[in-house]
């Protein structure tokens, strides 16, 4: 008589196990809506910009989980979100902003912006 499997739905994967439910990187960076395509998303990922935890990453199947720090340059500054939690599908601006944290730092003014503040706020 043949040994019985057990059910794959009730095994737990070993990384999972581990580390909680993951999601593929590039499909959590276009279902939270910080690229407007999933091949641009995957594209950030295989240039090697991208870091994962302070990890450099080059592939788009990386795994991204809640608690994890993407960072990635985008028009001229970095952003730097937290991951809070995972997305089954594409949904609305206000419902993807809430699954991660921004902690993006202040993007420094430059020389001509410093320069208009600081002669507006000398006393003529």
């Not at 020389?111 to 600081?118: D, L, Q, R, V, Y």
């Amino acid at each position: 008589m043949p040994k019985q499997r057990p059910n794959p739905s009730h095994v737990c994967q070993p990384d999972q196990a581990a580390h909680g439910p993951g999601q593929r990187l590039d499909k959590w960076l276009w279902f939270v809506r910080l690229f407007r395509s999933r091949s641009e998303a995957a594209d950030m990922c295989a240039s090697r910009h991208l870091r994962l935890d302070g990890r450099v990453i080059d592939k788009s199947h990386a795994t991204v989980r809640p608690g994890s720090i993407v960072s990635f340059p985008k028009g001229g500054r970095v952003v730097v979100v937290k991951v809070l939690g995972l997305a089954e599908h594409r949904g609305p601006f206000t419902v993807a902003r809430e699954l991660y944290e921004d902690l993006s730092p202040e993007p420094r003014p430059t020389f001509a912006h410093a320069a208009t503040e600081h002669y507006a706020a000398c006393p003529a």
